[in-house]
DNA sequence: TATTATAAGTGTATAATACACTTAGATGGC
DNA sequence: GCCATCTAAGTGTATTATACACTTATAATA
């Protein structure tokens, strides 16, 4: 996306498309929802994905089919083959005790980072004269 | 960084380094350091940048002069070199009218990402039996 | 039989970061 | 005078994350 140009959410308020590319925290959100659904698959995570995503930017599929093969190459989730459900092969994907504890320490990492952004923010705010009252 | 092994912050507590390449916020940064403080110099903003920075990792020169030299391409700030000052010559940054629009629409996009992840961590939180008490 | 929905990808370009390295002016110690 | 150090502004290049388009294949439906 062109910066400054954004054909999907339209002019009326900035959005993270037109601030160029943006931290999308693939990798949480497909753990945490690893954690509170047990088990799925990659295509069931792509339609919970549009609900949770951090910024108004959908996640791709393909960013996500790449993230859960990452995971999974580091031993944060591991996978099986359910051909007996209808229609095409499911990989399902499981979080594993290491991918508990990776899950957490993204927690915490993204707890600061939440309270660092709405501190800057805060400050930033405060430079700008009120237009509201 | 390789994942999961900081060298620089040790192993107290997870840290944005050990998780991956996190967005380090350099432009949003950048245009409110030069917002705050009217007319700064590159090097002057790297001293600053290791006091505000929104993770847990310092930013660095290189990122900063290339998003400087973006910034002022895209016309959100203008530069003259300062030669009189003592030492090599500094080039000077301003913020533009446009690149206070912009900081402006930063300010936004951060405000949502911040409440988005504050949500989701405290979501995330409860996925976990608490440990204290 | 053709279309659509489901499912899991790959190809490839751009963007952001990570770390190392370079150039060059000024200052202070010897 | 010479060398180390501080100041200032970069560049080179590899890796990682994202963006968007495209492919393959199974099953259900019209």
């Known amino acids: 996306m062109r910066r400054g140009h954004c054909h999907r ?5 900035p959005c993270t498309c037109a601030m160029g590319n943006l ?23 792509i339609g919970a994905l549009r609900e949770q995503a951090l910024t108004d930017s959908t996640i791709e599929p393909g960013a996500l089919y790449r993230t859960l093969r990452r995971l999974e190459e580091s ?3 591991s996978s099986t083959w359910d051909i007996a ?16 504890q990776h899950l957490q320490e993204w927690v915490i990492v993204l707890g600061h980072l939440a309270e660092s ?13 009120s237009t509201s009252s």
């Open 9 to 13: 959410h339209g002019a009326d308020q």
């Open 23 to 45: 931290y999308r925290f693939v990798e949480p959100l497909a753990l945490y929802l690893l954690k509170k659904r047990g088990q799925t698959h990659g295509y069931e995570l």
């Open 75 to 77: 031993g944060f989730v």
């Open 85 to 100: 459900a209808s229609g095409p092969a499911r990989r399902v994907y499981e979080l594993t005790e290491l991918g508990e």
């Open 117 to 129: 952004l709405a501190g800057f923010v805060s400050e930033a705010r405060d430079l700008f004269p």
